[in-house]
T-cell receptor, first 117, second 112 residues
Framework: NAGVTQTPKFQVLKTGQSMTLQCAQD?????MSWYRQDPGMGLRLIHYSVGAGITDQGEVPNGYNVSRSTTEDFPLRLLSAAPSQTSVYFCASSDGTSGGSSYNEQFFGPGTRLTVL | KNQVEQSPQSLIILEGKNCTLQCNYTVSPFSNLRWYKQDTGRGPVSLTIMTFSENTKSNGRYTATLDADTKQSSLHITASQLSDSASYIC???????????WGLGTSLGVNP
């Protein structure tokens, strides 16, 4: 199993550009989520999905869109990049929804380091 | 307000030495607490999970403790190795909305 994969690993954008961060998992996990990690701040939840066709907002959703057309894939779209979106982005998956078992471990991808100029 | 605070912010020890990292939380109601290890440039990896009824749990050289009364947890690393150099993050799951509250982590450096 490859686990959770993310592409690209690094990306530089100009303000106003759009892009999609890719995330895929091969563990047949129902729950997937996107986080951003910034210096001096804990991981912050952007969007999450409890299954194909179902997505919801986390604590910092503004400026980001997601969709979940398949169990495996959960892309994150930046609509119009801003310097405040410079961060490291992590995708994670777990077996079971956040509304189900609360003990399920989240498996994280390697991250995408995004710089917006 | 639900919060998770970790101390120290950073720590440097010599290879072979032991160390203890602290996590204090104010999350209520409490569901569980998990410790993650995050190597530089990688995503977090779970070390152990503690539930309300558990006091101590070990995973190799890592031993986590939980005191639900004082709302404190610790992660003890025994006989440290160079590969233990990483950030260690404490995360608490709330029992009502199941939201995860992440700490800022402790950055551990192990020197030869």
């Amino acid at each position: 199993n490859a686990g959770v994969t993310q592409t690209p690993k690094f990306q530089v954008l100009k303000t106003g550009q759009s892009m999609t961060l890719q995330c895929a998992q091969d563990m047949n996990h129902e729950y997937m989520s996107w986080y951003r990690q910034d210096p001096g701040m804990g991981l912050r939840l952007i969007h999450y999905s409890v299954g194909a066709g179902i997505t919801d907002q986390g604590e910092v959703p503004n400026g980001y869109n997601v969709s979940r057309s398949t169990t495996e894939d959960f892309p994150l779209r930046l609509l119009s990049a801003a310097p405040s979106q410079t961060s490291v982005y992590f995708c994670a998956s777990s077996d079971g929804t956040s509304g189900g078992s609360s003990y399920n471990e989240q498996f994280f991808g390697p991250g995408t380091r995004l710089t917006v100029l | 307000k639900n919060q998770v605070e970790q101390s120290p912010q950073s720590l440097i020890i010599l290879e072979g030495k032991n160390c203890t990292l602290q996590c204090n939380y104010t999350v209520s109601p409490f569901s569980n607490l998990r410790w993650y290890k995050q190597d530089t440039g990688r995503g977090p990896v779970s070390l152990t999970i503690m539930t309300f009824s558990e006091n101590t749990k070990s995973n190799g050289r890592y031993t986590a403790t939980l005191d639900a009364d004082t709302k404190q947890s610790s992660l003890h690393i025994t006989a440290s190795q160079l590969s233990d150099s990483a950030s260690y993050i404490c995360v608490v799951r709330a029992g009502n909305n199941r939201k995860l509250i992440w700490g800022l982590g402790t950055s551990l450096g192990v020197n030869p």
